[in-house]
């Protein structure tokens, strides 16, 4: 893994934490979980099954990280750091409109 590969995978965890913050934030707010299967783990299992689920995304992308070739291992992190942030901007606007 070089560095470059590194920042990225740096830039998951912040995308990944601020990510989940917001979200558990905006639920205290009353704003509502619109994707269908985290709505269902979130009625079924609370805080806990939007947690797992984004910790399976990040296990998963770790694990097939393994079978992608070097020169392409970015490709990974960006594909949760990219879909993350831009869940970061949509609950910052979201929980902005709240106010």
Do not use: C
């Amino acid at each position: 893994m070089n560095d470059r590969e590194r920042e990225l995978w740096a830039l998951v965890a912040i995308t990944f934490i601020v990510d989940l913050g917001l979200t558990l934030y905006g639920f205290r707010l009353g704003l509502v979980e619109n994707n269908q299967l985290a709505h269902y783990l979130l009625v079924s299992y609370g805080y806990a099954g939007i947690i797992g689920l984004k910790l399976f995304a990040l296990a998963l992308a770790l694990v097939l990280r393994r079978f992608v070739p070097t020169g392409y291992g970015g490709i990974v992190p960006l594909s949760l750091a990219i879909p993350w942030a831009v869940a970061v901007l949509s609950n910052t606007i979201l929980i902005a409109s709240t106010f």
